[in-house]
């Protein structure tokens, strides 16, 4: 294991020896494990992003008749106000039902190699079709879906203008590709962005001893990349599984995905960036506090007991991931029609 690179400010001083020096060694470290939010919406999977499509999208992200009850939207879980989460243990869905795990944030999820905790999903479109149809959050389906589109003159041109080559562009292929070029905006360049890309006062020198116990402890090994995570399958409980009140036996991750013996209590390592805004933490969603999340991890994945001063330059670290939200302007959404079906199903819990 490497030698720690950030000395104490008193010894550097004692040694004569420039800050920035320090800077560079540690940057070059950890440029091999992360990398900067890119500057531009990065491409997708036969899906062109342009302004028509993330407008389009918008409005679907926002409209709650997306929902069969009328009553849910993408942002409801995904609450952009909030850190792209609804900051719930899990979230509730149709007929005030709970759902079974802890909804991730939809910020920067474009870089995510797979979505949700289990990785079920390819992709942000295939994501999308998900919580339209699954009774316990939207408790939609398809050809309602398209009925309630199609009832609204608005929302066709909206279509055609997304998809102008397209004979049939009202289509719920059509819709997740939209939603999917909307949330791909949705990158949150923060303070560590702009570390790595050069800036030598973006981070405190707590901070830096954060990043530098991150990397030294091993956290890295799972949480790198751009999204500090989204990009790999682990056990939780590598070294140590954790109590039941934190993995609940009930839900086996990836297995419910693969139905490989390997696979229990598999699930894709959460990205990192926003974190602190994202509490609770965990697919469970039972820890509140950042600090103890870290402690967790440590003991769970690594096998390490962190100092105290460790965990809190950890955590001091991990909000240098809290970037910049894009401005959002609640869109206005289309007026319904004496065609648009009605809402159906359990609006009002028991």
């Avoid at 955590?315 to 809402?343: M, Q």
Wanted: net charge negative; charged share 20%.
């Amino acid at each position: 294991m490497r030698k720690s690179i950030l000395l104490s400010s008193s010894f550097i001083a004692l040694l004569g020896a420039p800050a920035f020096a320090q800077d560079d060694e540690l940057r070059s470290y950890a440029a091999d494990m992360f990398k900067p939010v890119p500057a531009t919406v990065p491409a997708l999977n036969d899906n062109i992003v342009t302004p028509e499509k993330v407008d389009l999208g918008k409005a679907l992200f926002f409209d709650p008749r997306m929902s069969a009850s009328g009553v849910f939207s993408c942002n409801s879980c995904h609450n952009l106000a909030t850190g792209g989460d609804d900051n719930m243990p899990t979230s509730i869905g149709h007929g005030w039902q709970q759902g079974p795990r802890n909804s991730p944030t939809v910020l920067n999820s474009v870089f995510n190699d797979a979505q949700f905790w289990d990785g079920r999903a390819a992709d942000l479109a295939e994501q999308a079709k998900g919580p339209v149809q699954a009774g316990v959050e939207m408790a939609n389906t398809p050809d309602n879906l398209l009925a309630t589109l199609n009832s609204m003159p608005q929302y066709v041109d909206w279509f055609n203008a997304a998809f102008p080559d397209t004979d049939d562009p009202v289509t719920f292929d059509n819709f997740a590709k939209a939603i999917e070029a909307y949330e791909a905006t949705l990158i949150t360049p923060a303070p560590f962005d702009a570390w790595l890309n050069g800036d030598d006062g973006a981070l405190t020198a707590e901070e830096k001893r954060g990043l530098d116990v991150f990397m030294e402890a091993g956290c890295a090994s799972c949480h790198g990349g751009v999204n500090f995570g989204g990009n790999g399958y682990y056990p939780f409980g590598l070294v140590e599984r954790p109590g039941a009140d934190v993995l609940p036996e009930n839900d086996k991750g990836r297995y419910q995905v693969t139905e490989t013996a390997s696979d229990q209590y598999v699930f894709r390592a959460a990205p990192l960036r926003n974190i602190a805004l994202t509490a609770p933490y965990f697919h469970s969603g039972v820890v509140w506090d950042l600090e103890t999340a870290v402690e967790i991890m440590a003991t769970s994945q690594l096998g390490t007991d962190l100092a105290a001063q460790e965990t809190k330059s950890i955590v001091a670290f991990l909000n240098t991931l809290t970037g910049e939200i894009p401005e959002v302007v609640y869109p206005v959404l289309p007026p319904e029609t004496a065609d648009t079906p009605r809402p159906t199903g359990e609006v009002l819990p028991n």
